[in-house]
Nanobody
């Protein structure tokens, strides 16, 4: 499976962006999908995830209430709607896939090691 992320850009604080991550190959509906981000000089951090069973997880401290993750299995795409963006949200955003997810699984998607395929990243820059 391959992932292609898009939708990044430059936005003012308080603005919105919607990131998309399209998958090719494999059976998308069977995958857990995650979003991570990496700011310059910092480690990659978890943002949000949605399991194959629809279970959603957010990084509560930084994005909950502002970001929404969703998926469209027919389009093989996962989305990250980002509202009320802040300069601290500036980072390269990566999507990732957990290809070995089982429907009844309960996974810790905050752990980047759960994911075995990563997209190329899309830059999000929020100006103050």
């Amino acid at each position: 499976v391959q992932l292609q992320a898009s939708g990044g850009g430059l936005v003012q604080a308080g603005g919105s962006l919607r990131l998309s991550c399209a998958a090719s190959g494999g059976t998308f509906s069977r995958y857990g999908m995650g979003w991570f981000r990496q700011a310059s000089g910092k480690e990659r951090e978890f943002v949000a995830a949605i399991g194959r069973n629809g279970r959603i997880t957010y990084d509560d401290d930084s994005v909950k209430g502002r970001f929404t993750v969703s998926r469209d299995n027919a389009k093989k795409t996962v989305y990250l709607q980002m509202n009320n963006l802040k300069p601290a949200d500036t980072a390269v955003y990566y999507c990732a896939v957990h290809t070995r997810a089982i429907l009844s699984g309960n996974y810790d998607y905050t752990d980047s090691q759960m994911f075995d395929v990563w997209g190329q990243g899309t830059q999000v820059t929020v100006s103050s």
